[in-house]
């Protein structure tokens, strides 16, 4: 069987990947506003309360999440500099 994947022409891949970045930038943006939510609502919070607790595990899956998408974000960029 042959593989029919569609082709992409050059300009449409520099459209495609341009994109992909200002979607990362968008999302690292998101993901810093709702890491410094989570960290106000804990700052605020008594210590070991209900609503500290889940805002520092918040902060911390928003800081993990927010390298991650960085990384990915970098290497786009890298990819669209090699282009």
């Not at 029919?4 to 999302?27: E, M, Y």
């Not at 804990?42 to 309360?49: A, G, M, R, V």
């Not at 899956?61 to 990819?79: G, T, Y």
Request: proline share 5%; charged share 25%.
């Amino acid at each position: 069987m042959a593989n029919h994947a569609p082709t992409v022409s050059p300009p449409q891949a520099d459209n495609f990947l341009g994109r992909s970045i200002d979607i990362a930038n968008l999302s690292l943006e998101s993901i810093n506003k709702l890491r410094t939510l989570f960290q106000s609502i804990s700052l605020i919070s008594e210590s070991n309360t209900t609503s500290q607790k889940p805002a520092v595990i918040g902060a911390h899956l928003a800081d993990e999440r927010a390298n991650l998408i960085d990384c990915e974000r970098e290497d786009l960029e890298k990819l669209e500099h090699k282009q």
